[in-house]
């Protein structure tokens, strides 16, 4: 018997990984592998460990809806997280499913055998009908291209392949890039170092981060009383659904936010010529907004500078700017995001006839509710393409694509189907719909250009409306949109 043979395979190991193999074994389908390109299992919160990690929704909506945690903080950091997700692989006992350290290379869909082959870096072939992908939209590092980087002479690393042991402390720094992880080391790592140069290219709208630990009696309460934990995460969810008006383009909405960062920038910075360069000058909403309480006090810290006129290369011992100024550092701290909207499944996939999905995506990436592609059968992709949410839990969005690959899944068993597509037609008539919806946000409309968009400006990587209505669009499959053999 082929011991690399399945009824189902996962890649990835992150929160999609683990939420579907919950699945699976709820439903009784125990002959799965999930396949792991770390040493370890966990994600984005084994894979990002750069000091001040931490998540930016609620914990106690920042987790699967079934599996409430005793979170000790409502924003949790990164070690919490992945102390989560570790206790998620040992109740449920899926650590023997997991294969680490096998960095997927290929996927194949084998049509006369209905069955995908996967092939890993390590020589192993692993083959099933059904592939699920979750190996998570931001994985890739982005690190620019910037003149002079491979002669830089001192210690370089992105955020999210922190190098822990190098020592940082007492060294002169610069982090380059001011998104949601430059927000979260520069406060982090400011009170250690020598000097720290933070180079901002765009200013990104800033809200306060309502953080608090969460007391012994609040979480002694939610233990006895399950039920208030479930109506607490239940209130968040609604909150921060509200917040989609303002994605969506309500102008007044957009306004009321505006004006709450404005006044938290006036608040806590008192230079106006600094103040004036933390102000962007596009649509609240437009990027990412970021949370944070530390990151403007850690930029008037004696020791900390913004430098906001731009890189003009780097050189052996720093970095060398547009205003001809030198900054000579020890360490550069790559805070420059993932390639998220093009290029975010890092392996190719062939579906029917040889087709190459990253020729399928030429014009940029899309697929019916995010999870289902024409011409690729058994092909289930977990925070696919334009799934993203920027105002509430990236698991919620998780869960609802489960509903509909599980459905599937239990239909394909019960009928005896070998395979199962959505057809090309529903899949762009979904598209047309998303896009059309894309149009009218703050990500299209707001004057800037994200890691939401490709470089032609089409938005792959968000949904365009309420997740509510996300839940409601994969709640089951529909039978007559597919075509099954
Ligand atoms: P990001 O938000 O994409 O920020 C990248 C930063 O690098 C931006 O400031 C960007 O400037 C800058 N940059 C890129 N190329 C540059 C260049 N050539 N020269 C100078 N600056 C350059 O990346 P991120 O901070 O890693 O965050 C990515 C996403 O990860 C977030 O939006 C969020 O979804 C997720 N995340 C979540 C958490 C959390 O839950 N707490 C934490 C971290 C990350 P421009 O704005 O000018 O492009």
Same mark, same amino acid.
């Given at each position: 018997m082929d011991k690399n043979r399945y009824e189902v395979i996962i890649i990835g190991s992150g929160f999609g990984g683990i939420a579907t193999a919950i699945k699976l074994q709820e439903a009784g389908i125990h002959d799965y592998v999930i396949l792991e390109r770390a040493p370890e299992p966990g994600g984005t919160w084994w894979q990002n460990t750069y000091p001040g990690a931490a998540v930016d929704v609620q914990s106690p909506l920042y987790c699967l809806k079934h599996e409430p945690y005793d979170w000790s903080r409502m924003f949790a950091l990164q070690p919490e997280i992945l102390a989560y997700t570790n206790h998620l692989l040992d109740k449920h006992r899926l650590r023997n499913k997991i294969q680490c350290n096998q960095e997927v290379t290929a996927a194949t869909y084998d049509e006369q055998k209905h069955c995908w082959q996967v092939a890993t870096a390590s020589d192993r072939l692993f083959t099933a009908p059904v592939l699920v992908n979750a190996s998570g939209i931001l994985s890739q590092p982005a690190i620019p291209d910037i003149p002079g980087r491979q002669q830089f002479q001192g210690a370089s690393f992105h955020t999210s392949q922190w190098n822990h042991d190098f020592d940082y402390k007492g060294k002169r720094v610069a982090v380059i890039g001011t998104g949601a992880s430059a927000v979260q080391v520069v406060p982090a790592i400011a009170p250690q170092v020598a000097q720290l140069y933070v180079l901002q290219r765009t200013p990104h709208w800033l809200l306060p981060r309502p953080d608090r630990v969460i007391p012994k009696w609040e979480r002694q309460l939610y233990k006895k009383v399950p039920l208030v934990q479930r109506l607490v995460r239940e209130w968040l969810y609604w909150k921060l659904e509200a917040r989609m008006i303002a994605f969506k383009g309500n102008q007044a909405a957009l306004r009321f936010f505006r004006n709450k960062a404005l006044r938290y920038i006036k608040k806590q910075v008192k230079d106006p010529a600094l103040r004036q360069k933390l102000t962007p000058d596009f649509m609240l909403g437009c990027k990412r907004v970021l949370l944070s309480n530390d990151y403007y006090p850690a930029l008037q810290r004696e020791n900390v500078r913004l430098v906001t006129g731009g890189i003009e290369r780097i050189t052996p011992t720093g970095i060398q700017t547009k205003q001809g100024e030198h900054l000579e550092v020890d360490l550069i701290v790559w805070a420059t995001g993932f390639h998220a909207a093009e290029d975010n499944i890092p392996y190719p996939v062939r579906g029917r006839q040889g087709l190459l999905l990253q020729d399928y995506w030429q014009d940029g990436a899309h697929a019916y509710i995010g999870t289902a592609i024409p011409h690729f059968p058994n092909f289930f992709i977990l925070?696919?393409?334009? &799934?993203?949410?920027?105002? &509430?839990?990236a698991l919620h969005i998780i869960e609802s694509q489960l509903n509909y690959v599980m459905d599937v899944l239990l239909k394909m068993r019960q009928y005896g189907w070998q395979s199962i597509e959505v057809k090309e037609e529903i899949e762009q008539i979904y598209n047309q719909w998303v896009q059309e919806k894309m149009q009218k946000t703050v990500w299209q409309t707001g004057g800037c250009h994200s890691w939401y968009q490709t470089a032609d400006g089409k938005n792959t990587t968000l949904y365009p409306t309420y997740s509510f209505l996300f839940r409601k669009a994969t709640a089951r499959m529909k039978e007559a949109d597919h075509l099954v053999e």
């Amino acid at each position: 018997m082929d011991k690399n043979r399945y009824e189902v395979i996962i890649i990835g190991s992150g929160f999609g990984g683990i939420a579907t193999a919950i699945k699976l074994q709820e439903a009784g389908i125990h002959d799965y592998v999930i396949l792991e390109r770390a040493p370890e299992p966990g994600g984005t919160w084994w894979q990002n460990t750069y000091p001040g990690a931490a998540v930016d929704v609620q914990s106690p909506l920042y987790c699967l809806k079934h599996e409430p945690y005793d979170w000790s903080r409502m924003f949790a950091l990164q070690p919490e997280i992945l102390a989560y997700t570790n206790h998620l692989l040992d109740k449920h006992r899926l650590r023997n499913k997991i294969q680490c350290n096998q960095e997927v290379t290929a996927a194949t869909y084998d049509e006369q055998k209905h069955c995908w082959q996967v092939a890993t870096a390590s020589d192993r072939l692993f083959t099933a009908p059904v592939l699920v992908n979750a190996s998570g939209i931001l994985s890739q590092p982005a690190i620019p291209d910037i003149p002079g980087r491979q002669q830089f002479q001192g210690a370089s690393f992105h955020t999210s392949q922190w190098n822990h042991d190098f020592d940082y402390k007492g060294k002169r720094v610069a982090v380059i890039g001011t998104g949601a992880s430059a927000v979260q080391v520069v406060p982090a790592i400011a009170p250690q170092v020598a000097q720290l140069y933070v180079l901002q290219r765009t200013p990104h709208w800033l809200l306060p981060r309502p953080d608090r630990v969460i007391p012994k009696w609040e979480r002694q309460l939610y233990k006895k009383v399950p039920l208030v934990q479930r109506l607490v995460r239940e209130w968040l969810y609604w909150k921060l659904e509200a917040r989609m008006i303002a994605f969506k383009g309500n102008q007044a909405a957009l306004r009321f936010f505006r004006n709450k960062a404005l006044r938290y920038i006036k608040k806590q910075v008192k230079d106006p010529a600094l103040r004036q360069k933390l102000t962007p000058d596009f649509m609240l909403g437009c990027k990412r907004v970021l949370l944070s309480n530390d990151y403007y006090p850690a930029l008037q810290r004696e020791n900390v500078r913004l430098v906001t006129g731009g890189i003009e290369r780097i050189t052996p011992t720093g970095i060398q700017t547009k205003q001809g100024e030198h900054l000579e550092v020890d360490l550069i701290v790559w805070a420059t995001g993932f390639h998220a909207a093009e290029d975010n499944i890092p392996y190719p996939v062939r579906g029917r006839q040889g087709l190459l999905l990253q020729d399928y995506w030429q014009d940029g990436a899309h697929a019916y509710i995010g999870t289902a592609i024409p011409h690729f059968p058994n092909f289930f992709i977990l925070a696919g393409p334009n &799934t993203g949410i920027g105002h &509430t839990s990236a698991l919620h969005i998780i869960e609802s694509q489960l509903n509909y690959v599980m459905d599937v899944l239990l239909k394909m068993r019960q009928y005896g189907w070998q395979s199962i597509e959505v057809k090309e037609e529903i899949e762009q008539i979904y598209n047309q719909w998303v896009q059309e919806k894309m149009q009218k946000t703050v990500w299209q409309t707001g004057g800037c250009h994200s890691w939401y968009q490709t470089a032609d400006g089409k938005n792959t990587t968000l949904y365009p409306t309420y997740s509510f209505l996300f839940r409601k669009a994969t709640a089951r499959m529909k039978e007559a949109d597919h075509l099954v053999e």
